[in-house]
């Protein structure tokens, strides 16, 4: 894979990308906390019992299987995000690619309707075992709660700046390195199992479990794709880019895989699998002093943050989607003073309330993988398409091979998703396509 305008082997040497309304503030250190903050922390707080139902002690398998996974469709996105540097991400793409409005709609919807089912997911994550240090609650009606003042502070106004990301980070990020750490103390101690990370659950297949559980595992890698949305406002995108976005998914597999060892040295898989706050039971399993509640806290802002970025992000996807009639007007109105898009807030927190009731939060994060498999599957095509689109300034051009076999491991992750799995990706789809016909009915009823 390589920087170049046309031909692979030639590097990029432009200090600045192509001109742009915005200002080119994001330096290539800047962008890699970015992406990493995106990709690290909730998923891997939340999953990694699920993860352990599927492959036993054998955690790190799905965890580095998804991460190879998720560099073939990186590579897809490195060369169309410094070919074409604008805001919009994967519609826009769909959009230059196939020139038909549906298929760039069912493009964005996917990433709306991901986004929503994620912060569904993360909801119920944060109110499990984290939060019953603090507070012992239904899980379901404080998830509800949960995400109403996540909508309270979305409507409010949040604007996040790189420097406050930073700081979620490196809290993110402490919580696995206690994770590690302590369970490293307790290998020390002569205590601990190191035989359990190559122990599948009797009676399966490990080929098939890893398979089956990396769907799960491609939920902790998801981020990465809205990382296109600041193409704007990079420093010489065709050279920061690919590094940054390479650079962060590595560095999270990394994480995760020594994450997972550690979890299945610490404690057994039939303990993991109980457990909605996986790692918080690893710590306390270790022996080593770590306050339960200051691990828990750690884990709660981790996830918090992920449902508040999450719900930001889905509330401003629909507000443009409705600027742009492709979803019905109303969810274009904002508040006076505020100025924040207040019915799409609305709208997309009650579509997660709602998802929460569903209270399996496997289900959902394999629908969100499903959502996006559909979203990865567009762009990697769109790189193939768009070859023939060539373009001034100079930009990253991955191997042709690359998106092939993106599209094939999407494919492949597609066949290991459960009925019910479909029912509901199907279900909001269809959704979709309904308020779609509506704005189309409406835009022409006006126009006439």
């Known amino acids: 894979m390589t920087a170049a305008a046309s031909t692979p082997g030639t590097p990029a040497t432009s200090d600045a990308g192509p001109p742009?309304?915005?200002?080119r503030k994001i330096t290539g250190p800047l962008l890699f906390l970015f992406i990493l903050g995106d990709v690290l922390g909730a998923g891997i707080y939340a999953l990694m019992g699920v993860l352990s139902g599927e492959v036993g002690g054998a955690l790190w398998a799905p965890l580095l299987f998804a991460l190879l996974l998720a560099l073939l469709t990186a590579g897809s996105y490195a060369e169309l995000v410094t070919k074409y540097p604008r805001a919009g991400g994967a519609a826009v793409f769909a959009e230059r690619a196939f020139k038909l409005p549906i298929v760039s709609f069912l493009v964005g919807f996917s990433m709306l309707a991901a986004g929503v089912t994620s912060a569904a997911g993360l909801s119920l994550a944060f109110s499990g075992e984290y939060l019953s240090t603090f507070l012992d609650v239904p899980p379901i009606p404080a998830a509800i709660v949960f995400l109403a003042l996540v909508a309270c502070l979305n409507a409010r106004g949040i604007s996040e700046s790189l420097k406050s990301n930073v700081v979620m980070t490196v809290i993110e990020v402490s919580g696995l390195v206690i994770v590690i750490v302590v369970v490293a103390l307790m290998l020390g101690n002569g205590r601990g199992d190191v035989s359990r990370i190559g122990q599948f659950p009797e009676g399966s297949v490990p080929a098939v479990a890893t398979l089956g559980a990396a769907i799960i595992a491609y939920y902790s890698f998801v981020?990465?794709?809205?990382?296109?949305?600041?193409a704007e406002e990079i420093r010489n995108p065709s050279r920061v880019y690919p590094m940054a976005l390479f650079g962060s998914l590595a560095t999270a597999g990394v994480v995760y895989i020594l994450v997972g060892?550690?979890?299945?040295?610490?404690?057994?898989?039939?303990e993991l699998s109980e457990s909605s706050g996986p790692l918080l039971a690893v710590v306390a399993a270790s022996g080593v002093?770590?306050?339960?509640?200051?691990?828990?806290l750690i884990a709660l802002v981790a996830v918090a943050n992920g449902a508040l970025l999450t719900m930001i992000m889905s509330s401003r996807l629909a507000f443009g989607m409705a600027e742009h009639g492709l979803l019905p007007s109303p969810l274009r109105r904002v508040l006076p003073k505020r100025r924040t898009p207040w019915v799409a807030i609305v709208a997309t927190t009650v579509v997660a309330m709602l998802l929460t009731l569903v209270g399996d939060l496997s289900t959902l994060a394999e629908t969100v993988v499903l959502l996006l498999l559909f979203v990865f599957i567009s762009t990697n095509v769109a790189v193939l398409v768009l070859r023939r689109d060539k373009v001034e300034h100079e930009h990253f051009r991955v191997w042709t091979i690359v998106p092939i076999l993106g599209v094939a491991s999407c494919v492949l992750l597609l066949t290991?998703?459960?009925?019910?799995?479909?029912?509901?990706?199907?279900?909001?789809?269809?959704?979709?396509?309904?308020?779609?016909?509506v704005a189309r009915l409406v835009r022409r009823s006006t126009a006439s």
């Open 289 to 296: 002093g770590v306050p339960e509640w200051l691990f828990s």
């Open 416 to 437: 290991q998703q459960s009925g019910e799995v479909w029912l509901f990706g199907g279900i909001l789809l269809a959704v979709g396509a309904v308020l779609y016909s």
């Open 223 to 230: 981020g990465f794709e809205t990382s296109a949305n600041v």
């Open 261 to 270: 060892l550690a979890s299945a040295i610490a404690l057994p898989a039939s």
């Open 20 to 23: 742009t309304k915005l200002t």
